[in-house]
C-alpha cells in the first residue's frame, strides 16, 4: 500500500483515539504517539502502532496517534481505517 | 462516534435559517462570527443547533456549544470533525485561539498550548505532528555554534530598504549575532520568495548576521492575524482589541520558545512612522519582552529611529506608494543597489504591474 494523501480515523472523545496518516517527507514510516495513560500503556500503543504498519506494508508515511483511552481493538481498527483511507487514490 | 452514539446529527452550515441558528449560539456565549470561514459545522440535536466550529485558513475558530449540553462531548466532537475536514484539505498543522481559563480543555483534547498572555487572558494552541518543538530543533540545528547574547529583528521587507538596511547594519553592530526573521506569509505584494531573497541579497555583505523564514510562529496569519487585515474601527475599537491581542500572543510566543532556543537576548525595531498596527505591535514590544514577570528569559528591547531621506522617513510603504504612483526612478535612492537593480530586472514587472494596480496596505 501506498500513502497517497493525508487522512485521520476516530475522534479525540473520550476511550477513542485520533489517527492522522499523511505522506512522509523521507523515506521510512515515522510516527508520533500521545495518551492520556502514556505511563501504563504508552509501550503498547507502540507496539501496536508498529504492528499494524508492519502488516499494511506501507513504506513512507506520518502517523499521528492522539489516544484518549481507547481499547486495543479500537485503536488497530482506527489505525488500519486511517492508512486505508490514505492510500486511497483521491 | 458518538455523535451517532448521542442522536447528534453533523453537518456544515449552509442556508439562512441554520446560519442565523449558529450566529444566536455563538452570540449566547460571547462569540462572534469569525469572518472569511472555509467551513462551518454544526452539530444537530433533532432541528436544535447544540454546537458549532469553524475553520478559518488553519485556524478552528467559532467553537462554541449550548447551554445545557457542555460535558456530554459536543465540543470534542466538533473539534474532531474540524480536525478531520482539514486534514482532508491537506493541512497539517492547526490553530486555536481560546482564552487562558479554557486553554486546558483543548489541551486534554491533544493541543499544545503555544502562548497565553496571563491567566485571564487569551491562548493560542497548535495541533499537528510537527509543532513548535521540531521547527525550533531545525532552527537550532540551522544555528548551531553561534554566539550567546544574540540579537534578532523580524521584517516583512516589501520590499527591503535602506531603511531595514540602517536597523540590520546597526543591530548587527551592537551583538555577537544578528538573526534576521521575515515574514513568511505570502500576502505582501512582493512575494515571499523575492523579499527574503533581496534581504539575503542586501545583507551578504554582513558576517554575523543569519537570515531565517519567519515560518508558522513569527507574525504569520495563524499566529497574527489581524497583522494581514485592514483594521476598520477606530482607536479603541475591537480591531485594535484583537490587534492588541495577536499581537501578546506572538511576542509571548518569541520570548517563551524562540528566544531561549537561540540564545537571544536583544530584540531590535524600527519606529513606525505610518502603520497603526506596526505601531501597536511595536509599543507591546516594549512592555511585553521587557516585563520582569513575564514567562520566558527577559529581552531588551531598542527602537530605533527611522532613516530619513529629504524630511521623510524611509519605509517600504514608501517605495510602494511611488511604485503605485509611476515614480520608480524616486524609489532608487531609498533602497540598496542590490534592490534597484532586482526592481529593474525582468522578473519584477508584473510584481510592479500589481502594486500599480492595487490600494493593499501590504
Known amino acids: ?90 | 462516534m458518538s455523535g451517532e452514539a448521542f442522536g447528534w446529527e453533523e453537518r456544515g452550515l449552509a442556508g439562512r435559517a441554520e446560519l442565523s441558528a449558529r450566529s444566536a449560539l455563538l452570540r449566547s456565549r460571547g462569540l462572534t462570527e469569525p469572518g472569511d470561514e472555509d467551513l462551518i459545522l454544526g452539530l444537530f440535536d433533532g432541528e436544535r443547533l447544540v454546537a458549532t466550529g469553524a475553520l478559518v485558513g488553519p485556524v478552528l475558530e467559532g467553537i462554541a456549544v449550548a447551554e445545557g449540553v457542555e460535558g456530554e462531548g459536543a465540543a470534542v466532537a466538533i473539534v474532531s470533525s474540524l480536525i478531520k475536514q482539514a486534514v482532508g484539505r491537506g493541512m497539517k498543522q492547526l490553530f486555536l485561539f481560546t482564552t487562558s481559563l479554557e486553554a486546558g480543555r483543548f489541551e486534554a483534547m491533544g493541543f499544545s498550548l503555544l502562548a497565553s498572555t496571563g491567566s485571564k487572558g487569551v491562548a493560542l494552541l497548535e495541533w499537528g505532528m510537527d509543532g513548535i518543538e521540531r521547527w525550533l530543533e531545525g532552527l537550532k540545528a540551522r544555528t548551531f555554534g553561534k554566539p550567546d547574547g544574540a540579537a534578532a529583528v523580524v521584517v516583512n521587507c516589501n520590499p527591503f530598504t535602506l531603511g531595514h538596511r540602517a536597523l540590520i547594519e546597526y543591530a548587527a553592530s551592537q551583538a555577537p549575532w544578528l538573526y534576521i526573521f521575515v515574514v513568511e506569509e505570502d500576502r505582501s505584494l512582493f512575494p515571499f520568495k523575492v523579499r527574503i531573497e533581496l534581504v539575503r541579497r542586501g545583507t551578504a555583505d554582513l558576517r554575523n548576521v543569519t537570515v531565517i523564514e519567519g515560518g508558522s510562529y513569527i507574525i504569520s496569519s495563524a499566529t497574527f492575524p489581524t497583522y494581514f487585515i485592514r483594521p476598520t474601527a477606530a482607536k479603541g475599537g475591537a480591531s485594535e482589541q484583537a490587534v492588541e491581542l495577536h499581537a501578546a500572543l506572538d511576542l509571548a510566543l518569541f520570548r517563551l520558545h524562540i528566544a531561549p532556543a537561540l540564545r537571544i537576548t536583544d530584540r531590535f525595531v524600527g519606529t513606525e512612522p505610518y502603520c497603526a498596527t506596526t505601531l501597536i505591535y511595536n509599543k507591546m514590544m516594549k512592555e511585553l519582552l521587557q516585563d520582569r514577570d513575564g514567562d520566558g528569559p527577559v529581552l531588551r528591547v531598542h527602537e530605533m529611529p527611522r532613516l530619513e531621506k529629504n524630511g521623510e522617513p524611509v519605509s517600504a510603504s514608501r517605495v510602494r506608494a511611488l511604485i503605485r504612483g509611476g515614480d520608480l526612478d524616486a524609489t532608487k535612492e531609498l533602497v540598496p543597489r542590490t534592490t534597484w537593480e532586482w526592481l529593474r530586472s525582468r522578473e519584477a514587472a508584473p510584481i510592479l504591474e500589481k502594486i500599480r494596480n492595487s490600494d493593499s496596505r501590504h
Do not use: W
Open chain 1, 1 to 90: 500500500m501506498e500513502i497517497r494523501k493525508s487522512a485521520t480515523a476516530g475522534t479525540l472523545e473520550s476511550s477513542d483515539v485520533l489517527v492522522t496518516v499523511a505522506p512522509g517527507s523521507g523515506p521510512g514510516v515515522e510516527f508520533k504517539v500521545e495518551s492520556i495513560v502514556i505511563k501504563q500503556f504508552g509501550k503498547r500503543i507502540r507496539s501496536v502502532t508498529e504492528e499494524v504498519i508492519a502488516a499494511t506494508g506501507i513504506k513512507n508515511a506520518a502517523i499521528h496517534v492522539q489516544d484518549r483511552g481507547a481499547l486495543e481493538c479500537t485503536l488497530r481498527a482506527r489505525l488500519e481505517t486511517a492508512i486505508a483511507r490514505a492510500a486511497e487514490s483521491a
